[in-house]
């Protein structure tokens, strides 16, 4: 957790939301190299 008011006292970020984020970004990226996969490699 990098950075949260319970874990330290920060003003940047949210250890809360921050994970929901990143999966969110993840998985747009695999879909991104899925298509990318399919129109060109197969």
Known sequence: ????K???N???GDSSTEPYVVTHHL????A???KVYR????
Do not use: D, G, Y
């Not at 129109?39 to 197969?42: A, G, S, Y």
């Open 32 to 34: 991104a190299a899925v």
């Open 10 to 12: 920060c003003n940047a």
């Open 39 to 42: 129109e060109k490699f197969q």
């Open 6 to 8: 319970w874990v330290a």
């Open 27 to 30: 998985i747009l990226s695999h």
């Open 1 to 4: 957790m990098r950075c949260s």
